[in-house]
């Protein structure tokens, strides 16, 4: 603003340029329009003013006819083909008071007309009219200006392709973006048919609605497409998002505005995402599956006592056969009843070993339909080898109309099985024999959840902060992975984990899955 | 070689395991009692009960050492062979240490458990015999008059009848008439045995 000050042609107050090859005529208007907010300047012939016009870009021009040389009308000519002047209101002084002179004038561009000898008030009046139309012009083309360079500037800088299409789909404005995405020119793109420049085979172009953004064009319906393949002028082709809104004139569809972008990056970055997010999930069933293999581990023994039960049963059963058979007469009944107890035995010994491989199986075989009370029993007898080693009794009660759960039912098994043996465990050191509790129920938000307590000595008080954290454990040989795991394969089942300190002492932990969805 | 009265105590808690032993040690001509738990045989148990204990060493509620040990502070005689599973030796070892003849690890064959059976009966059988002999000798050492127990402890200290005579004041007739009674009651003719006798029940007559 400072800088502009000082430019000859700025003025607050709006500049009237005075012209008349006659000075007594000059000092008249002068005297008449001086102190009224104007600055004057004054010609006494054509070039003068053309200089001066161009010069100071007055607002209005009171411009005599008849002067010798350059006439008026020749002197408005010039103005009007000059755009630094074009804008200049120019009235006509002229003692002509005829109709020709008047029609002329106006056909030049003058805007109105004062006749001589004039009279001050009229002069004044005119002046003032034409003044303030001129300056409201140049305001508003200031404005039009400065909002054309606003919308250019963001056409220009912004990163998304933009199309204006016509009624038909022709390409009537594309913005620098769009041009680069296109490895094109704005010119180029300009009145080519957005559906046949981009998309090389359609299916068919006598059905309207199957055209893309036609439809926006023809009938007005917004459109939306992702990861659609659209073809440059070049051949080569992109994916692309676009968003196709009508431009409509009241009821009349002008056409579309279609933006559009690459997402060629932005693919690449969503399936490394996704790769990274299969990892982490890949990566998260090994370490249950790790996990599994070292609980296993850990009840080897357990499970060793499992099978030796049956088989020493069985190899009883088997003498006490070979006697039977060898005996004479064979009491037939006693031989048949022995061998069926050597069948229910060796089924025994399967059964185990079928729980223990369904548990260490890998992969976990993903989400189903899981019934609860069945899991939890199941889970029961597989932790029912620790529980005679403690020598504390497992309850487990199911609410009546606990709906399935749509999880992974090895994981889950191995949450639970976790919580329980953790749970016999703090109920062990703590020298009690109280039985450990599960429960399951159908929770407020909707969820399964499923409660494991223990009659232990209770949590530690900073426990909360810290015992789903990896390495954490409360354990003297814990490793402060199995918690850890527990909440990242409860919440990869879209559940929560947690526990609640008991009054009575003990802990309870939880957790929630959520209920599977109505079968169709 | 095995007494008609001895009888085989299976104590296990696996129904299955305890059945199928009870089935083979009948079918092997031996007498069975069987106990779900360590507690029922405990308050089973009494004195006279002769034969052997075939215990399951984990068992729910009490185990096995702890019925060892409740039955070794009731004075039991039964040889106890521990069954036990994969891993449990330790234990095993420790049960030994506290007078159980033997275990064997489960699953077993019938031969070596049936060996380790006969060997814990003959020794029952053995231990029985033996301490009826002793009752027997302290009955009859009981039935001895205070004089001729008196001459019996001087006899067994190797004095001779005269030197007891003079030592008593009584007539070295009056000693070998005594001397011939403790003989008789004590049913032996040879001072050589009636010292074996005696010494082997020393602690339990001069109590």
């Known amino acids: 603003m400072y800088l502009m000050t000082a430019d000859a042609s700025i003025h607050t107050e709006p500049t009237v340029l005075l012209v008349d090859d006659n000075a007594q005529n000059l000092k008249v208007l002068y005297e008449t329009l001086k102190d009224r907010g104007y600055r004057l300047l004054i010609a006494n012939d054509g070039e003068k003013a053309l200089a001066l016009a161009q010069r100071n870009r007055p607002e209005l021009i009171l411009l005599d006819i008849m002067m010798p040389g350059m006439d008026g009308f020749m002197v408005c000519r010039q103005l ?79 990163s998304e392709g933009i199309y204006g299409l016509d009624s038909t789909g022709v390409i009537i404005f594309a913005n620098p973006s769009a041009a680069a995405m296109n490895h094109s020119t704005v010119e180029e793109l300009i009145g080519q048919n957005f559906c046949k420049l981009h998309f090389s085979s359609p299916c068919d172009w006598s059905d309207v609605s199957s055209l893309p953004v036609l439809a926006t064009c023809e009938q007005g319906v917004a459109e939306h497409q992702r990861n659609v393949m659209m073809r440059r002028p070049d051949g080569s082709l992109f994916p692309a998002e676009y968003r196709a809104t009508p431009k409509r004139d009241g009821h009349e569809i002008l056409g579309a505005v279609v933006v559009f972008r690459d997402i060629t990056a932005e693919l690449a970055r969503e399936s490394e995402l996704e790769a990274a997010r299969r990892l982490v999930q890949e990566q998260r069933e090994q370490m249950a599956h790790a996990s599994r293999l070292s609980t296993m581990g850990e009840m080897a023994a357990g499970f060793a006592h499992e099978v030796n039960q049956p088989l020493t049963a069985i190899t009883n059963y088997v003498r006490v056969a ?43 075989s993903g989400k189903e339909f899981v019934g609860v009370r069945h899991l939890l029993e199941e889970t029961r007898e597989f932790a029912e080898v620790d529980a005679r080693n403690n020598d504390i009794a497992i309850d487990v009660a199911v609410d009546e109309h606990v709906p399935d759960v749509y ?101 309870e932990f939880f957790f929630t899955l959520p209920v599977a969805p109505a079968e169709t | 070689m095995s007494d008609t009265n001895q009888t085989v105590y299976v104590v296990e808690d696996d129904e299955a395991v305890r059945d199928s ?116 000798i302290v009955r009859r050492v009981q039935s001895l008059t205070p004089r001729e127990r008196e001459i019996m402890d001087r006899m067994i200290a190797g004095q001779a009848n005269k030197v007891i005579a003079i030592e008593l004041d009584i007539s070295q007739r009056t000693v070998e008439i005594h001397r011939s009674r403790v003989m008789h009651k004590m049913g032996t003719h040879s001072l050589a045995h009636l010292v074996r006798m005696v010494l082997s029940v020393k602690d339990l007559i001069d109590a």
């Open chain 1, 80 to 158: 009007k083909a000059n755009p630094e002047t074009a804008d200049a209101a120019v009235v006509f002084l002229s003692a002509l008071d005829d109709v020709d002179a008047k029609v002329k004038g106006f056909a030049l561009g003058g805007v109105d007309y004062v006749a001589k000898p004039f009279q001050a008030q009229e002069v004044i009046a005119r002046v003032e009219t034409h003044v303030k139309v001129i300056q409201l012009e140049r305001q508003l083309q200031a404005r039009n200006r400065q909002l054309e360079n606003d919308q250019s500037r963001i056409l220009n800088a912004i």
């Open chain 1, 322 to 364: 070979l006697r039977l058979a060898a005996a004479d007469p064979v009491d037939h009944a006693l031989l048949e009843e022995t061998l069926c107890k050597i069948e229910a035995q060796s089924h025994r010994a399967s059964e185990v070993i079928r729980r223990i491989r369904g548990f260490v199986r890998k992969p976990a």
């Open chain 1, 407 to 507: 999880a992974d039912p090895i994981q889950i098994q191995q949450v639970t099985l976790n919580l329980i043996r953790n749970a016999l465990e703090a109920t062990r050191s703590c020298g009690s024999t109280d039985a450990v509790d599960v429960r399951a129920r159908l929770d407020e938000k909707g969820m399964v959840r499923i409660a494991v307590r223990d009659h232990g000595c209770g949590l530690p008080p900073d426990a909360e902060e810290k015992l789903f954290l990896p390495f954490f454990s409360t354990k003297q040989d814990g490793m402060g992975i199995g918690l850890a795991l527990c909440r990242s394969l409860v919440q990869s089942q879209g559940g929560e984990i947690g526990f609640v300190r008991q009054e009575s002492g003990g802990t």
């Open chain 2, 21 to 136: 032993l009870a089935l083979m040690l009948r079918s092997a001509g031996l007498n069975v009692a069987t106990y779900s738990n360590a507690n029922a045989f405990l308050s089973a148990w009494n004195e006279d009960m002769s034969g052997c204990l075939v215990l399951d060493i984990r068992m729910p509620g009490m185990d096995g050492m702890e019925l060892q040990k409740a039955l070794n502070e009731q004075h039991s005689l039964l040889p106890i062979i521990f069954v036990t599973g994969h891993g449990d030796v330790p234990m095993a070892v420790e049960a030994m240490k506290h007078g159980a003849v033997d275990f064997i690890q489960k699953p077993y064959r019938e031969e070596e458990l049936l060996d380790k059976i006969q060997s814990a009966l003959k020794q029952d059988a053995e231990q029985r015999h033996s301490l009826q002999q002793k009752q027997d």
